[in-house]
């Protein structure tokens, strides 16, 4: 089949048949379709959409077009989670060993941070030692073993997915509901899992702004999961404010070990977790009543499990086996830490989340571009919640820097992303649930 004509076909508003999106993916992993008729596919299909069908086809094909994992002799199911994207967002650090304490077996195939979100890959990359891309082989092994593991993509997961995501990521083509359906289920499906649960975030800070386009994405995947034989749930979950009062790498890994242990949770956080845990556990059929299955989840939390099944997986992935006990020595530090004092007395209004993203990002710990180096020990701690009171001069947060200048701009960053007053209308964290 000719690449032109089936981009032709799609640009005029056309159907695509399996064997003509077929066609088009072979040509994106085999390099005999061009970057510039890639970008004319993605463009026509941003303008013109795709039905469920030819999005599942397109899901299915991307899946096919490398490895796929086969867990059946595990003897319990697995399960995943997939964020959309944050800022604070460590849920997955947590989520993956409390699930496991519970029986499920979670490969979870994680992404870097680009733009203002962070990503789990590059905070998992601030444990030293820590292999975050495994042979197949290891993976398997800690999988079975511990019961999860959380990596990143391997070069024959996915690879069509791999290119077409960089050619989209440069052209303006990245806001495709279709497209990012495929891209994030296709990964998924490569995964082996046999549910899955998608965290889906709306607010000021997420990828999705408004409740409506986030509403739209969640029912476009749990769709397409079901098509494509994944069982699938979809959360609406709030960023209107960071999730965790930590952002950024080597900060958010010490936030997610004070939340397993109990030395710290944040509510919101707490809340998020649970919510997304039990979802799993409903969804893999370890339990039948999502009360129950929240209550199972927080009680992995609460006993300490959790906190075994995380210290395993890390050990087992070429990491420090005392990293619980020694969180201080082991973990990058920034050179200093500066308070931001909040420029009045009241109430946290609002925020502005993206903001806060960014000025992680000026510190060093975000990416402008794929190709740039994140360094691990830079970021924000104490972050206040919408809702909290605070005194003139008192801090809103804490900045890790490596140098004065980085924090002088992040400091000017987050005093701009907070807004203060005496009335707030905090954010609810979980919203809507999305059965398919």
Partial sequence: MLIAEIIRQKRDGAE???????AVVDGISHNSASEGQVAAFA?????QGMSR????NLTCAMRDSGDVFDWSDLPGPVVDKHSTGGVGDNVS???APIVAACGGYV?????RGLGHTGGTLDKMESIPGYTVTPNNDLFAKVVADVGCAVIGQTANLAPADKRFYGIRDVTATVESIPLITASILSKKLSAGLQSLVMDVKFGNGAFMGSFDDAEKLARSITGVAQAAGLPCHALLTDMNQPLASAAGNAVEVRNAVEFLTGAHRDPRLEEVTVALCGEMLLTAGLQTDRTKACAAAQTALDSGAATEKFAQMVTALGGPSDLIERLDQILPKAKQMVAVPAPETGKVSAISTRDIGLAV???GGGRRRAEDIVNPSVGLTGLLDVGMSVTKGDPIAMIHADDDASAEIAKAQVLAAYQFGNVTTPGVPVRLIIDA
């Avoid at 463009?43 to 303008?47: E, G, P």
């Avoid at 069908?53 to 599942?56: D, K, N, Q």
């Fill in 16 to 22: 695509l048949s399996p064997q003509e999106i077929m």
């Fill in 361 to 363: 990002v000026e510190l």
């Fill in 43 to 47: 463009m026509a299909v941003f303008f």
């Fill in 107 to 111: 490969p979870m195939i994680s992404g």
């Fill in 53 to 56: 069908a030819e999005a599942t």
């Fill in 93 to 95: 650090l947590m989520l």
